[in-house]
């Protein structure tokens, strides 16, 4: 965050409260960054400079179409020459973030743009929140809800033709889909559209849904079993009554066209997010060979442990460097004590595990509303696929974060509670397309709240009410 602040020196439209809002989701008070600000010519070029770059994030849509046709791999059983051609194309992998990032700042500046419109009239910056996730609400073409909808209409279709499965393991609703060709055909174009999604699915480690289809007959049974409608959508807002506060004329004109270019922005960052993710999987599969090649080589004892080495590493190793091998092990063990550490949401200087204090509860928590709605249910806490394999119909998820990975689960519950997001996190979207009350930014809640807990929430206000 400090580089953003920073930036506010040297960028005439840059605001850090707005940067705190698109970036993190809530509003922070900070001591101001200590940096000599340009002057009004710099700024004002650089703001320019600025612009161009945000509003070229609505074209990254074209660029990825023409990005992804091409990485090219060799098609080789030589990991010399298979590193080399990974190696190759990594210049690829970087120009696909720059894009993403472009994308992400065109989503975050235009609403932190409506934000600094309309500030003045939201004392109260809770109301702000949730009046802008009522905005980027029912918002056509978002590519992350198409994977729930997909998913529905094939479990509809097994309801229709194979009822017999619908309360058979993952095993089995597997089997029946590969034994009729009507749910195969439909499985088949999901995986097509939206195999290479996954829990964690920015890691190079995680298994894309189409190599891990056991853990995608969980996504599935839980969507037969409980399935959610999508909210029924309505016409276009009516912006001269949503911006009926605005007595300014001019003013209520500008906050309609960042409000229209925010809800577009959301969509057009959820469609490169996705195409991020086809790439990043292009690799994530030639790593996997390339482990394997290793393997057989006897380069690497396991192929686990390709992971835990940076790409160049990697070459060093394959170049003869085999110290680098118990390295791979120690961070391995070492990861499995560091992902369970917990850190401050922000610091200042060196961040420190467990260094936070946590509030003790009252029996109320609060955090930013993102998708509006209210109700009550039992607490699941879910820190990993097999918790969430847990979740019964009717809970309340509470989660430290959620990504695309988990949007079959919001099926099933009634509402959802994370520590870390933002109104333009991919959760939030999602939950928005489906009426699922959710709030994000509550500090230590799945450390205050416990399995079992009844709790009623108000996504409209951002309170959590523990029942006794």
């Not at 992350?144 to 529905?152: F, P």
């Amino acid at each position: 965050m400090n580089l953003l602040y920073n930036m506010h020196a040297r960028v005439g439209i840059a605001n850090p409260q707005s940067m705190n809002l698109s970036i993190m989701g809530e509003y922070h008070d900070y001591p101001p960054v200590e940096v000599p600000y340009a002057n009004d010519l710099v700024r004002g070029i650089n703001s320019v400079r600025f612009l161009k770059y945000v509003f070229s994030g609505h074209r990254a849509q074209r660029k990825f179409d023409k990005l992804l046709t091409r990485v090219h791999f060799a098609d080789t059983t030589d990991y010399q020459k298979l590193y080399a051609s990974i190696d190759k194309n990594l210049a690829l992998l970087d120009e696909s973030l720059i894009y993403h990032y472009a994308s992400s700042s065109y989503s975050g500046s235009a609403s932190s743009t409506l934000y600094q419109l309309v500030d003045p009239y939201f004392p109260d910056k809770q109301q702000y929140q949730s009046f802008l996730s009522h905005l980027l609400s029912d918002i056509p073409g978002i590519e992350s809800a198409d994977i729930l909808k997909r998913l529905q209409a094939l479990a509809a279709l097994i309801k229709e033709h194979a009822p017999e499965a619908v309360n058979g393991g993952p095993d089995e609703l597997l089997a029946c889909i590969n034994g009729h060709p009507a749910l195969l055909a439909q499985y088949r174009d999901f995986l097509a559209r939206h195999g290479h999604r996954c829990i964690k699915e920015a890691e190079m480690r995680s298994k894309p849904w189409r190599d891990d289809e056991r853990a995608l007959m969980n996504y599935l049974s839980s969507i037969i079993k409980a399935p959610r409608s999508l909210v029924a959508r309505e016409a276009e807002p009516d912006w001269e009554k949503e911006f009926a506060f605005v007595g300014n004329p001019l003013l209520k004109k500008a906050c309609i066209t960042f409000a229209k270019r925010s809800r577009q922005a959301v969509v057009d960052r959820e469609y490169t997010k996705s195409c991020l993710i086809k790439i990043i999987d292009l690799f994530k599969t030639q790593y996997a060979r390339l482990a394997e090649l290793l393997l057989a080589a006897k380069v690497l004892p396991d192929t686990d442990l390709i992971y835990f080495l940076t790409h160049k590493e990697i070459g060093r190793l394959i170049e003869g460097d085999a110290s680098l091998v118990s390295l791979a092990v120690r961070r391995r063990k070492a990861y499995d004590i560091q992902k369970d550490l917990a850190f401050d949401d922000t610091y200042i200087g060196k961040p420190v595990a467990d260094a936070f204090d946590l509030e003790a509860s009252d029996g109320t928590l609060k955090g930013v509303p993102v998708s509006n709605g209210t109700c009550e249910g039992i607490v699941r806490i879910v820190n990993s696929a097999d918790d969430a394999n847990c979740l019964q119909k009717g809970e309340i998820m509470v989660a430290k974060f959620t990504d695309i990975g988990w949007t079959p689960y919001y099926s099933v519950v009634n509402g959802l509670i994370t520590e870390i997001g933002s109104s333009l996190s991919h959760g939030a979207v999602v939950a928005r397309e489906y009426g699922l009350p959710t709030i994000v930014n509550v500090k230590g809640a799945t450390q205050l709240l416990k399995n079992g807990d009844h709790i009623t929430m108000d996504a409209g206000k951002g309170t959590i009410i523990i029942n006794a």
